[in-house]
């Protein structure tokens, strides 16, 4: 009996899958502008460090300034805000140190105060030789005063001398462990060696000690830091508390209001947020952003239509063209989310032609042709993004998977090669993979199209995946791997197709018994499925089942099955 050429006739139906639906199932990678992408303009800290020499500077050269040494009970100063000096003195005061605290420093005499003032000075025009041998002669004098290390640690920074300087923050921080600047700073160095979770922990404890010792300006501007690495670290709940303690000091800042709203709608408190949304919303400077996260809100609670009002309201008087690019591309999306793809296409094209330099838009742009059947537009668009961002995979990817559903087919594969070849994430490798397994079947290659295909499937499983597998396997005879490789298939997303491949594999594989159980179970519940009915005969034929082969076939043949009508004879 021969089973092989009707077997193979069947599994050729896997062909229908090449073009557009081989396409279909690459993921949509144009990036989302929301929420937690409006939150990255939350600025960190100073590349520099603080207090700057200048405000250092005029606190040294402040009378008052004599009176305050590190190891006081009272706050030490804020910046800016030198100590006040002591009703009736002009003498330095040493307070006694509390429980835990190092013992106070000896106060400064008038000459060693006039060589800080000096190496303040000499900081501030650029000599840091200068200013440095200067703090180094103060800490030789008196080491536990903490204000020579902390210009010795400003003048090593100038210098590149990192380390060494984190050694005198250090200094500084032990010695005056009541001043903010010690952490803080320490914290700006780890932000620039990359140490981040370090640089979260030192701008925490330095926001501790600001609360009850920085002006309400030192107090935010720390704040500021906290809040720009607990943002990195997706630290939402923190990050909401920070923002709501910067927006208490300084109610009138708009854009506080909006970073507020913003971790409030990620931490699922949305509708709290949209007091705090409107009133940005009243800013110009935070309007277009204001209406993106009330789009966002909105669009969360099942009222996309109050979204794109919002939306439609902003851009009749926001102007610059950045920002109406963006309400646009957000447009966009809310049309193609209420299906109306004709008028999403519409916006998309009109934020790339405001913003020419924004690969996401026309990834965007790229994905809304796609789905309105127009692949050629869809290639136009994704070259643009791909132009922007050469070393973006995703893109690359996305280029690939176009030029493969057009028969493009070697610069399909170039594509997929260079993709494989950028730094792309497991997900995109393995959508490269399966572009390339689907090529090498294509160039009746089935061992490459295994290999590949095997390889995506392990990376990102997918029932297109496995399916393909399966028929590269069966291409090479082998059926038990096709069989295998077809049943994840069926189990990931059961379609007739997969089901009949299957049911083919297992007749192949003389599992003929399996395979009548799973077209019978095809054909009851789509009895209009003329292969699925002839696929039963040949199982059941194959089992010797004569009479019941016969009255497959007789129905595959009702249906039209040329193949079914050669059987009966």
């Known amino acids: 009996m021969k089973l092989t050429p009707s077997l193979t006739l069947a599994l050729a139906l896997g062909a229908s899958l090449w073009g557009a639906g081989a396409a279909q199932t690459l993921i949509d990678t144009s990036a989302a502008v929301g929420v937690s992408g409006t939150l990255n303009s939350i600025s960190g800290p100073s590349p520099s460090v603080i207090p700057q020499v200048r405000e250092r500077l005029d606190a040294v050269l402040d009378p008052s300034a004599q009176v305050t040494v590190a190891g006081e009970v009272a706050p030490a100063p804020a910046i800016g805000s030198p100590a006040a000096a002591q009703p009736g003195t002009t003498q330095p005061v040493t307070a006694q140190p509390s429980a835990g605290q190092p013992a106070p420093a000896p106060a400064l005499t008038a000459e060693q105060l006039s060589v800080l003032q000096a190496a303040y000075t000499a900081l501030e025009q650029g000599n840091a030789a200068q200013a440095r041998q200067g703090f180094e002669q103060l800490i030789s004098q008196n080491y536990r005063h903490p204000e020579a290390h902390f210009?010795?640690?400003?003048?090593?920074?100038?210098?590149?001398?990192?380390?060494?300087?984190?050694?005198?923050?250090?200094?500084?921080?032990?010695?005056?462990?009541?001043?903010?600047?010690?952490?803080?700073?320490?914290?700006?160095?780890?932000?620039?060696?990359?140490?981040?979770?370090?640089?979260?922990?030192?701008?925490?404890?330095?926001?501790?000690?600001?609360?009850t010792t920085a002006s309400e300006d030192g107090q935010l501007y720390v704040l500021r830091a906290l809040a720009a690495e607990q943002s990195r670290a997706a630290d939402y709940a923190g990050l909401r508390q920070t923002l709501g303690e910067m927006v208490a000091l300084d109610p009138g800042n708009a854009e506080l209001k909006l970073r507020l709203a913003q971790a409030q709608t990620l931490t699922g408190e949305g509708v709290a947020a949209l007091p705090g949304t409107y009133e940005a919303l009243g800013s110009t400077r935070t309007q277009a952003d204001a209406a993106l996260l009330l789009?966002?809100?909105?669009?969360?609670?099942?009222?996309?239509?109050?979204?794109?009002?919002?939306?439609?309201?902003?851009?009749?008087?926001?102007?610059?063209?950045?920002?109406?690019?963006?309400?646009?591309?957000?447009?966009?999306?809310?049309?193609?989310?209420?299906?109306?793809?004709?008028?999403?296409?519409?916006?998309?094209?009109?934020?790339?032609?405001?913003?020419?330099?924004?690969?996401?838009?026309?990834?965007?742009?790229?994905?809304?042709?796609?789905?309105?059947?127009?692949?050629?537009?869809?290639?136009?668009?994704?070259?643009?993004?791909?132009?922007?961002?050469?070393?973006?995979?995703?893109?690359?990817?996305?280029?690939?998977?176009?030029?493969?559903?057009?028969?493009?087919?070697?610069?399909?594969?170039?594509?997929?090669?260079?993709?494989?070849?950028?730094?792309?994430?497991?997900?995109?490798?393995?959508?490269?993979?399966?572009?390339?397994?689907?090529?090498?079947?294509?160039?009746?290659?089935?061992?490459?199209?295994?290999?590949?295909?095997?390889?995506?499937?392990?990376?990102?499983?997918?029932?297109?995946?496995?399916?393909?597998?399966?028929?590269?396997?069966?291409?090479?005879?082998?059926?038990?791997?096709?069989?295998?490789?077809?049943?994840?298939?069926?189990?990931?997303?059961?379609?007739?197709?997969?089901?009949?491949?299957?049911?083919?594999?297992?007749?192949?594989?003389?599992?003929?018994?399996?395979?009548?159980a799973l077209l019978l179970g095809l054909v009851t519940e789509t009895p209009g499925d003329a292969e699925a009915w002839y696929l039963l005969g040949l199982a059941r034929r194959a089992d010797g089942k004569a009479a019941e082969a016969r009255a497959a076939f007789q129905s595959a043949a009702a249906l039209g099955s040329t193949a079914a009508r050669g059987a009966l004879k």
């Open 151 to 211: 210009g010795l640690a400003l003048a090593l920074l100038a210098q590149g001398q990192t380390e060494a300087a984190r050694f005198e923050l250090g200094q500084l921080t032990a010695l005056a462990p009541d001043r903010y600047e010690g952490p803080y700073n320490l914290g700006v160095l780890a932000v620039q060696a990359g140490q981040y979770p370090e640089a979260l922990t030192y701008f925490g404890q330095a926001a501790t000690l600001a609360r």
């Open 295 to 516: 789009s966002d809100i909105y669009e969360a609670q099942g009222l996309p239509e109050r979204g794109l009002s919002e939306l439609d309201r902003a851009l009749q008087s926001v102007t610059a063209e950045d920002e109406r690019a963006r309400l646009l591309l957000r447009r966009a999306r809310l049309l193609d989310a209420l299906g109306q793809s004709a008028a999403a296409i519409t916006a998309a094209e009109q934020s790339v032609r405001l913003r020419g330099n924004d690969a996401a838009a026309f990834a965007l742009l790229g994905d809304l042709r796609r789905g309105a059947g127009n692949s050629q537009g869809a290639l136009q668009a994704y070259r643009e993004a791909a132009l922007l961002e050469p070393k973006n995979a995703d893109y690359r990817t996305e280029l690939a998977a176009l030029r493969l559903g057009l028969g493009r087919y070697a610069d399909a594969r170039r594509d997929a090669g260079m993709a494989l070849n950028m730094n792309a994430s497991p997900v995109t490798q393995a959508r490269a993979e399966l572009v390339l397994g689907l090529l090498d079947y294509r160039s009746a290659r089935y061992a490459s199209a295994s290999t590949a295909l095997r390889s995506s499937a392990a990376k990102l499983p997918s029932a297109e995946t496995y399916l393909w597998l399966g028929l590269s396997e069966y291409k090479q005879k082998n059926y038990a791997g096709a069989t295998e490789a077809l049943s994840e298939s069926v189990r990931l997303y059961p379609t007739p197709l997969a089901r009949r491949n299957l049911g083919s594999a297992l007749l192949a594989a003389g599992r003929a018994a399996e395979a009548e």
